[in-house]
């Protein structure tokens, strides 16, 4: 029976406004917008790590996925693809460990609820890897428009020294922790959010071909939400930037012929003087920022007088003695739950139970790191699967470089382009949770492991594809 449900050029639009749905889900999963389902007070401060919460991410994510698939349906000789095999297969394990812990969570509701987010986000997955050419566009707009809207708002913020009073936008006056937080619940997802749609514009500078405009186009839309990133004082979203920046830089020098290199070489070297012009203005705009509210800030100012204090020896022992006591929480969790873990999603009540199980409210979240968050929840075998994919981009290269080395020419430098903001996301899971456990993280975690699957699968020394 054939499958064509509407005509061609019917299914090609609804599949192409399916994808522009999924990349509104991805570019909006950074804003605060929320309907709470159902929420304990007592038993945790955070509505999500006790009952149910919608977010407007979710509206569109649902809707673009079932746009996207009858689209698909409607279109006869299309296959799903899912990416590489040692990509793919242990991100479905981890779904269907997730499906599997219902059975053992102490709350099933919660275990269940989290298999259909993950249910869903692997259809995201599929979605971006299948698409992989067609999406980019409504991605990288969808992902540069919400950027700019962060970078601006958390500038007005890092100037003012506190929120600038946009609730109608998402911005939450309440969640002001002394850092510029954009429109997200905090500095860190929103440096995250920040510092991956930066690493992608700098692959685009990078990478696309063109004239001067495409140029200052994407070297503008690496600079915006990069003054963002450092406006959040995010210290792992920065480092994260930075190392997706220099891993791209590198393995394109190395994959670039003689003429190509010098290409690079200038590229590289206006990205850098445009950093340092950007750096001046923005010294200009704290020192225009202290002095207009005849305030004492000098030049140097109080924003960046935050973010170096940030960046401090001392700030940063302090933020590894907090990674070190989730360890000692998640320690006796784990012992109990080697194998299965505690299920998905019950490690915030599961710390609570070990640490202060009479206690009435208080902050009870996931551990800063999703490998330990990971082999709490999941077990072993879940951190095992996390771990792959974890290395999954250097599987990738190896295998890029043995092709090279046969004198077949690796995948194009096309296949870069979301290398680097995967980069960010992985360093980011080793210091924080979001990735994984909060909506300002899952969400563009799946899109860009996906995006990145479908670039990993093109070019002669391409690995092979997963069906």
Avoid at 40 to 67: C, K, M, Q, W
Avoid at 247 to 253: D, F, G, N
């Amino acid at each position: 029976m054939d499958k064509i449900l509407i005509g061609p050029r019917a299914a090609a639009g609804l599949g192409y406004a399916g994808l522009i749905l999924l990349a509104l889900a991805v570019s909006t999963s950074f804003l605060t917008f929320n309907w709470v389902i159902e929420h304990h007070p007592e038993a945790n401060l955070f509505p999500e790590f006790t009952g149910r919460v919608i977010y407007l991410s979710d509206i569109f994510l649902f809707a673009g996925l079932a746009t996207w698939a009858i689209g698909w349906y409607s279109t006869p000789g299309r296959s799903i693809q899912c990416g590489p095999r040692y990509l793919f297969l242990p991100l479905l394990f981890l779904v269907f460990m997730t499906i599997l812990s219902v059975a053992w969570a102490e709350n099933a509701t919660l275990a269940i609820f989290t298999a259909a987010r993950r249910v869903l986000l692997l259809g995201l997955y599929l979605a971006m890897v299948t698409e992989a050419r067609r999406n980019l566009a409504p991605v990288a707009v969808a992902l540069f428009a919400v950027a700019f809207l962060h970078s601006g708002v958390a500038l007005a913020q890092m100037a003012k020294g506190a929120p600038v009073g946009l609730p109608q936008l998402g911005e939450v006056a309440h969640a002001w922790v002394g850092q510029p937080y954009g429109l997200a619940f905090n500095p860190n997802p929103a440096g995250l959010f920040l510092a991956v749609v930066s690493t992608l514009a700098y692959g685009l500078f990078l990478t696309k071909e063109g004239g001067w405009k495409v140029r200052a186009w994407t070297l503008g839309c690496f600079l915006i939400p990069f003054s963002g990133l450092v406006a959040t004082s995010s210290r792992s979203a920065f480092l994260g930037g930075l190392l997706g920046v220099f891993v791209v830089t590198l393995i394109a020098w190395l994959w670039s012929g003689p003429a190509r290199r010098r290409l690079l070489g200038n590229r590289v070297g206006a990205g850098g003087l445009s950093l340092v012009v950007a750096g001046g203005l923005y010294l200009l705009f704290l020192s225009a920022a202290g002095n207009s509210d005849g305030g004492d800030r000098s030049w140097v100012g109080q924003g960046l007088t935050r973010v170096l204090r940030r960046l401090s020896l001392g700030e940063v022992s302090q933020g590894l003695e907090g990674r070190e006591i989730d360890w000692a929480f998640a320690l006796p969790i784990i012992q109990e739950h080697p194998l299965l873990g505690v299920g998905a999603g019950n490690y915030p009540q599961a710390l609570k139970a070990s640490i202060n199980p009479n206690a009435v409210g208080g902050i009870y979240t996931p551990p800063h790191n999703v490998l330990l968050l990971f082999l709490a929840e999941l077990g072993v075998f879940g951190a095992v699967a996390w771990a792959l994919i974890m290395a999954a981009p250097l599987v990738w290269f190896l295998l890029q470089w043995r092709f090279a080395q046969e004198r077949a020419p690796p995948a194009g430098l096309s296949s870069l382009l979301w290398l680097g903001p995967l980069v960010v996301i992985l360093f980011e899971g080793i210091w924080d949770f979001p990735t994984w456990a909060t909506q300002d993280g899952r969400v563009l975690t799946m899109a860009v492991l996906g995006l990145w699957a479908g670039g990993a699968g093109t070019g002669r020394g391409a690995p092979e594809q997963a069906t």
